[in-house]
Structures are given as structure tokens and as C-alpha cells.
């Protein structure tokens, strides 16, 4: 096997053993390469979700097959409280808790998602747990706030997910979760119902950030919900930050990332502040993946948008880059840092263009070939699973098939995003060499050249300047 | 059925903007049921939309009127309508060389203003007999003794010749007609001599060719005569000739003094310009008559498409307005930040917006006008000549010219005396020298002052609008070129100058423009890889330098699993928006970056 000084490599003595197909796929993605996976049995497919009518004539290469699953996202679309620089599916408030909470409704409903779902991998590709569909090496609750949830509805989620799919031996099983004492949930419960993994929304040790962000939890309380994940534990634990926050200057953001760092976690994700207008895109609509944003939430992204600052920005991404790598942290995606061992496989299999399925109102699933979602609304993805008469069926949402071409460009960006880049053949290809010629000569990429494999990656200045080069190749 | 010739009368209307000459032309159409009273719309003349909407005269009209005047006869009067504007000035003198008279019509409310004057002394050079009216009597804010009074002192018209009318509703209109025919003398010219006819306008018909209007000096024109057009040589067979009533009437024959037109069959307008005469193959005049001076472009600019793909139907539409409006000059251009377009010369402002606007109406093009810049005649050194140079860009280098002449007119600006001291600052504050003021009555006076003509086109008749609450009016005429300190500035992007951007401008006011430049186009040039300093230059010595910092984060934060659909997109959508860059050096700059710099007009 090439040796490949990126993730493979840098895993270490504790790397689970299943790491190893990971380092493949990105090499494979062009969408000619022929599938690792042989075909199934020729099930007839579930029809997917109507496509979206943008479709591409037809192409000259063949379109890509598709494939089982490797990872699952499951959305928890509950919040005690809405943030208003948070665009994901959302309900908080009574939704979320007390008596009209929908939280078990929500719960009957993605577990009739997930036995739909599997039914349909059954028919397309047999049993889990076999060579056709090997089990998941990843699960991931997602949200809102997963933590919210008992442990109990964790543990019955689980049950299922091992039954329907599969779940390998040392899979990862993440759970993302609120610092706040009332909000991180019963992280022991978790742990025994099977997680591996808890992500802490952190984002800043600075109180009058936090309180800025509307988050509310204090900045003491993540010291205290790391303690508790550990005493659990929890063995992989990672925190979010966010920079280029309103009034943040380098200093401040230099004392979160070194808090962050004194907690001891096995992996970071820095995210810049990012304040997009999903309705703008489009993506609000009834089929949409995305909620309308809330007046409120508009009018606070439009004066912190005011307040943020590209040079800034910059400076706390290098910041970051450096001291992270002088404590010994790899930054092996754009936004993520972890110690040895510790990479998110499951966020991997997205970069790596793996297939992953989704369950839950606004969740994205890629078969290999095809990209769906549902849409965003809870009540129509209530009524669509829990039926006042008949049997459950799918939630309304949209899909996705992006043609050969737009297929190599999602793997050759996504594939850059890592700190193992892409293979240097990629970038020599006709429609690329323009874009990877005119990057390479403004610095953004590097060669990287060890043993047989030579591949291109991102710089730091590149990592940066990533949609530059991105534009220049879509 | 013919007209003898004692009974021919042909005249125009001349009158500022808005002082109701359309109007009356209408009702001149109605008395003598020229059109259908079914078929009337107002401003019967005015037939292309910008001019109802602007309401304005573009373009001269002819149009045949029969009058049975107070003696019982009927008369042939032949209008040929004269635009209003400053602009135009130089059409209103063709339209008044067919003519024996004008009617002179003044708004009552109003009284005298600038383009009156100018186009009365255009009508007396040409020894015009004319009928003074004082319209808008109707109106309760008329002044008819005050007006009569200022077209006495100021014009020396007598009192008593003067009429007064409301052609809103017909008042006194009939009684102008009268004074057509009882003051203006019958066209002289024999119609046995040899035929000599001028080509006061012209049009295009795609099936009867170009279409010259004429008036006849002397001679007959019959139907499929064989005509010569005696400056071009060239000859043709014609198709059809006939008058305006208003729309095209064939008739047998025109005869000497009679207005009309003749169908050339000539595919090319260049064989029938403006200004030749026509005589007939057969028996041709000894001699062409005098013509016309050929219609002087004072403002230039390049006209270029937004969308470079337009070029060619730019280029097609270019020729094809040329058709009807000769007065602009066009030959092609190319700009580094605007692609391939034109450099048109126009008879002054308000043309420039005119051409550019049915450009865009007619032919559906969307263009971008650079700055207008007028011609300069620059003198080089060590006797190497004159050039001529109407497009900042190709100005020579400061070290090759001797001296630079611009040039300059007499500006008449017509205004309530209360805002004397306003005008005075904004001549001044514009290179201007004060040269006299008269006052029309006690409370409105003539100022007239000297100023370079680039100052006028720039912004000055929205200054002495605004200054004066729109109560100012102005006119200019040519007086010559005058030496000038002027020199030109360029902006640099990243050391490469921006042709478009190049500025003529006098050596004291470079330093503000140049600032200016540099500061609106650093707000508007997105940030690059590399820091872009942006300067002014005068030679290769810098006034100006702002920066555009370098670019250091463009970068998607977060690309998880429900991202990347939408992701890609937005990277597609910033690729379109890099496919529409000009390239200046290595420097990506939006389209929308130059057009903004051109657009703003920051007073």
C-alpha cells in the first residue's frame, strides 16, 4: 500500500482498523473509476426523490454507480434556543421541551425514516453487515442538540441503526452536545448506549462573545462538560470555535483557542463566522433544506456582518495554524484539527466523496451517484412518517445527480480540503492543468512528493485563498 | 393640383423648449385639415417616442399645409419644423435656408430665453422675414405686455407686429396663418431655369432607398425624371417624388419654391448627402448651390457594448441610425477595460444622450458611454505638425507637445436677476470670463461669458439649473480655440493605465481629479491576490495612489455532508462572475467597476 503521509500515516498506534479504505476513495472519486464495491444483486432501486429538473444532458462518461452507505447523519432538529447565526434545521421553545414537546413525535418519525431507508438499501444492495454492504464505520447525531435527548431514545436509535445497517466494530458513533449544565445531557447514558464520540458547541471562552452569539452557556461550563464527557468516558471529544466574531480582537482569540487547548479535547473545528441568506440562495422554499430566517436572526446577521473583517479573519485562521501545529496538531481539513488517532471519520467520508445516509428533516444523503434531502419543515416530515391513517412513507425533499464533470469537480475540491490534497494526476487533467498551473504559480498549492505518491495540496496562504482556486476549477 | 408659385410659403417655427411650437404646429395641421382629426395626436411632428417623451424636436419635419386664406385662394405653406435645442442649432440653420420666414413663438409666461435669441439671430442671418407670436396667453401667470416689451428692446421687434395666441386652444392661430401669407414673401426662382434643388435632410426607406427632402431654387421636377446629384456625381433614375402632408404624397412635379421629396433608389446615404443639390441629367444647372457646412461633432466619447458579443449588431445599428441622423461620426475604437467598441462624435450633450439612447431603444443594445471629452488640437514640438485629438487616451506624452488649444465658446445664459452673483461664481468656478449683461426687464437678465466648451459638457447646464431652480436658460455658440495649460491624466492599475479613465483636464484641477479617480475606483476594484496600488498619473509623475489591500480569505468555513450541492454552486456562480472580468495586466476588475466610475456623476 502507498504510503501517504496524510491520514493513513498520521493515525497512529490507536488508529481503529478500519481507517485503511479511507485513504482510497479520494484517489478513485473521478467518476469513470470503476466502483470498489461490486454490484448487488439487481434489486430494483427504490425510486429516488423527484430530481431536480436542472439535470444535465446526458454526458459523455458514464454516470458513476451507486453504492451502500458507509456513514449515517441523523438530524435532531431541537434547540432549547435558536442562535441567530445558526442556518440549521432548527424548533426550539416549546417545540423542543415541556408538554407540546415534539420530540417524540420526531423520534417515532426518524425511526420510521430509518426502517424506509434501510429497506430500501436491503433491496438495492442485501443485508447489512455483508460484503455487498458492509456495516457503518460512522454514525453521527447531528442537530440542534442531540444532547437533548434522553439516553433511552439514544439507545433505542442506536439499537436500530445496528440492526438496519450495521455498525462495525470500533465504529465511530459521535453526539453532538451543549456545554450548558441543563443542555449536555446524560453523557454516561450515552456513552453506554454506544457513543463513541461527543462534539461540544464551545465556541467561545469569552462571556460577552457567547452572550453576543446568544449561546447559554457560560464559559467555565466547558471545562465542566469535558470533566463529565471524560468521566464518561468519552475518549474522542472535540470542541467548535468560532472567529471573526463581532468585537473579537487576536488577543481574545488567542485566550479561546488556548482555553480550548487547556481542556485537554482530541479535536478542534474553527469555524470563521460565516452568515449566509439561505432564503437568498433559494433554499427556503417548501422542498428546500433550509428554514426561513427569522427577522430577528436577519437583522443580527446584518450588523455582525458589518462587524466582521477578511483580515482579521485571516489573521486567526493563521493564528490557529500555527499554534495548533506547534502543540503537535495536524489540521488535516480546512476547518479541523485533531490529535493523532483522532480525525472525524465519519465528517472524512463526506471530503472523501463516500456514500452516507441521512435520516431527519433537512439531511443530506449521497449514494455515490445521487445526492437527496429532505426538506426542511418538521410538521411535513411528521406528517409524512407518522400518517393519521396508512402506512408511513418518505418525507418530501429534493435530489441531486451531478453529472461526470461537476462529479471530478466535487471530488478534486472536496478532495483539497485535506491536508492530503489530491493526487498530482488529478490536477494535470486538461480542464484542470489551467487552474492548477495558475495556483501553483500564485503559491496556493504545493507538491507533495513522498515515495510513489505524488499528490498536490493547499498551502496555508492557499487553504485561505481555497474558492479562488475552487472557481477556477468548477 | 399645383400651387402657382405667388401662392408658396415656406417657413419654420423657431422657439425655446417649451414654449409650445409643437402645439402649434398641431393646430396649424387641424385649421387646415391637413390630418384627419381622427387620426391627431399631439405633437403630430414629433413622431419618435424620445421625442414625446423628452418633448423635444430631434429631428426637422417638413410638412405641406393648404390654407384658403382671407382673399379666398388657397395657399401652399410649407412648414419644415426646427428642433429647440442648442444641440441642434446647426439643423435649424439648414431648416431656415429652405425657408423665406419664421414664425417666432415665446411663452408668454416665460418670455425671452437663451436658444430664442440664438435661434432668432440664426433666422435674421439668413435675412428670414419674422412673425413674432406670444403664446400661452391663455395661462393666468401670462405676461404678453412684458414679453412684447423685451422682443422690442432686446429683439428691436415692433410692438405692433407682434400676435398673440393660446395654441392650447386655438386663440389667434388663424390669424397667424394669415401673417404667413401676408408677410412672408412667395419663393423667387424660375421654373424653366435648370433644375437646382438642396437636400435638407434625409432618410432611409428599405424599399425606395435613401429619401431626400428638397427644397426647389428653381426648376421642375417631374416624375421618373433622371436626376443628378451634382457634389457626388452620381446619377439615378427616380422612383418618387411628392410632399409632406405630413406623411410622404407622391405628386407629378415640384416646381421652383416648393419643399418636397424625391425617392432616390440610392442604396448608400453617402451618394446623397445633405447640403448637395439635385439637378436634372438631362439638362443640368451650371453650378451646385452653396450647401452646407458639414455638421461639426464638438463632443466625443466611446460608445461600447456591455456585453462584448454585441459589437457586431452595435456596429450594424451604428450604420443604420447614421442613416437618418448624419450629424454624428462614429469609427471604431477598442479600450482595454471596455472591449471593442466606437468613438461617435456628437453636436454636443444632449445629442450624445440622444444617439445613445435610440442605439439602445431601437436596437436593443445595452451600452456604456465613456466620458465625453471634446476635440483638442494639439500643437507638437519641434515642428512636427498638429494633431488632432478628441479621445483622451491618445493625447501624445507632456515632453512631445508644444501646446494644447481647446476650444471655446460664447455662452448666453438667460436668468432672474436674483441669481447673478450664482452664475458669475459657476462661469468663473468653469475657466469662464464674464463678458457683458443686459438686463431683458427689470427683473431677468442676459449675461454672456467665455468659456472652454470642455467645461460646458461636463456639468454646467445642471449646475445653472440647479442654481437658478430651473429658471436659467443657456445657450453657446463656437468662438475659436484657445491655448490652454491642460494636461492629461491617466489611471494606473497596478502601473497598467486604464485607457477608458484617461482624463483631459486643466493642470489645476488634475490634483482633485485625479484623488477622485483614484479613490472611486479603489472603493469598486475587488481585492486580488496581490495588493494593487491605484494611481493618477500626469506623465509618469504620480498625483494620486490609493491601495487595494491584498485579498486573504476567500474560503468555505464549513463543507459537511449537506453543503456540498449548494457549495458547488456558489463556486460556479463565482466562476461566472470571473468569466466577466476585464483584464487590466494581471488584474481582474468587474465591467461594473469601470461603468460605475464612468456612471457616477459626483457634482
Redesign the interface.
Known sequence: MAKVPAVGDGTGASAPAEAAPAESTVDIAPAEAAPAETSPAPAPAPAPAPAAPADAAPAAEPPAERRPPVAL?LHVPFCVSVCPYCDFVVYAGSAARGPRSLVEPFLDAVLAELELRADGLDMAFGAPATSARPALASLYLGGGTPSLLGAGAVERLLERVVARFGLAPHAEVTIEANPGPDERGDLAGFRAAGVTRVSFGAQSFADAELRRLGRRHAPDDVADAVAAARRAGITSLNLDLLYDLPGQDQERWGASLDAALALAPDHLSL??L?LDDPEA?G?AGPLG?HLATRPGARRWRERARADQD??R???A?ELATERLAAAGWRGYE??NWARAGHESRH?LA??ERRP?E?LGP?????DGRT?R?NAARLDAYLAALRPRSGPPHLPPGGA?T?DPA?AE??SI??GL?LDRGVPAALGERPRFAAAIGWAMA?G?LERLAAGESDRLRLSVRG??????L????? | MTIPQDRLRNFSIIAHIDHGKSTLADRFLELTHTIDPRQMTSQVLDSMDLEREKGITIKARAVRLEYTAADGLRYGLDLIDTPGHVDFSYEVSRSLQACEGAVLVVDATQGIEAQTLANVYLALRQNLVIIPVVNKIDLPSARPDVVIEELESVLAIPREEVLLASAKDGTGVPEILQAIVDRVPPPKGDPEAPLQALIFDSHYDPYKGVVVYVRLDQGTLHGHDRILLMASGVDSELLELGVFRPQLVPVERLAAGEVGYVATGLKSVRDARVGDTVTSHARPAAHALPGYQPAKSLVFAGIYPISGPDYPALRDALEKLHLNDASFSFEPESSVALGFGFRLGFLGLLHMEIVQERLEREFGLDLIASAPSVAYRVVLSHDRGIVEVDNPSQMPNAGEIEEIREPWVKLSVVSPAAYIGSLMELATGHRGSFQQMEYLDPQRVLLTFELPLAEVIVDLYDQLKSRTQGYASMDYEEIGERAADLVKVDVLVNGEPVDALSVIVHRERAQVTGRDLVHRLRRLIPRQLFEVPIQAAIGSNVIARETVAAMRKNVLAKCYGGDITRKRKLLEKQKEGKQRMKRVGSVEIPQEAFLAVLRVDEG
Open positions: 447523519y469555524y470563521a460565516t440562495e433554499l433544506d477578511e483580515d479573519a485571516a489573521a485562521y480546512l476547518s465528517n463526506y471530503w452516507y441521512a433537512g439531511a443530506h444523503a449521497f445526492r434531502w441531486e451531478p461537476q469537480v466535487e475540491v472536496l480540503r500564485n496556493l487553504r485561505l485563498l481555497s474558492n479562488e475552487f472557481a477556477r476549477l468548477v
